[in-house]
């Protein structure tokens, strides 16, 4: 498994929740909410391809 990120878009995910008042240096609240948003994405991209299929097997 390639788990690799290109360093432009690593960059931009590392100031996107960036911290200097964190302890860990990151916004904890701030990379949960990026999470959830970008799985909420990927829910929403399986539903329709499910109901794709669904409309292509009928």
């Not at 690799?4 to 590392?14: D, F, G, V």
């Not at 990151?26 to 799985?39: G, P």
Request: proline content about 2%; overall charge negative.
């Amino acid at each position: 498994m390639d788990l690799s990120i290109p360093k432009k878009e690593l960059e931009e995910i590392e100031s996107a929740i960036q911290s200097d008042e964190s302890v860990v240096g990151i916004d904890a609240k701030k990379t949960h909410v990026i999470i959830i948003h970008m799985l909420h994405q990927i829910q929403q991209k399986l539903d329709d391809l499910e109901s794709r299929i669904e409309k292509l097997e009928k």
